[in-house]
């Protein structure tokens, strides 16, 4: 399974970011269980952002993002979303998508896709 995400950028802070994040099976067939956004900022490790079920669109976020962030999927394109709305500088980051074969949730070691992540840099 390949995913690539896009849509990273600069942005101020109080704008608004949307992420994508499409998968391809080269035409197997592959059970997605789950897909997540993850992050990691200068000098920091890998944080867990957000996750959604792809059956049935269940979602989780990080305390950080709660309220700010939305995860979304189009089960159709393969694709799941991170509308990101009032950015702090604080969110800069590299983000990645990520997929999971079972299960879902906001362990990095459980998910079994990683896409090569896209920047986002939020100015004050």
């Known amino acids: 399974v390949q995913l690539q995400a896009s849509g990273g950028g600069s942005v101020q802070a109080g704008g608004s970011q949307r992420l994508s994040c499409t998968f391809s099976t080269s035409g197997r067939f592959v059970v997605v269980s789950s897909m997540g956004w993850f992050r990691q900022g200068p000098g920091k490790e890998r944080e867990f952002v957000a996750a959604?079920?792809?059956?049935?669109?269940?979602?989780d976020y990080a305390d950080a993002v709660k309220g700010r962030f939305t995860i979304s999927r189009d089960n159709a394109k393969n694709t799941t979303y991170l509308q990101m709305d009032s950015l702090k500088p604080e969110d800069t980051a590299v983000y990645y998508c990520a997929g999971r074969r079972a299960g879902w949730g906001k362990v990095i070691e459980r998910y079994d896709w990683w896409g090569q992540g896209t920047l986002v840099t939020v100015s004050s």
């Open positions: 959604i079920t792809w059956s049935r669109g269940s979602t």
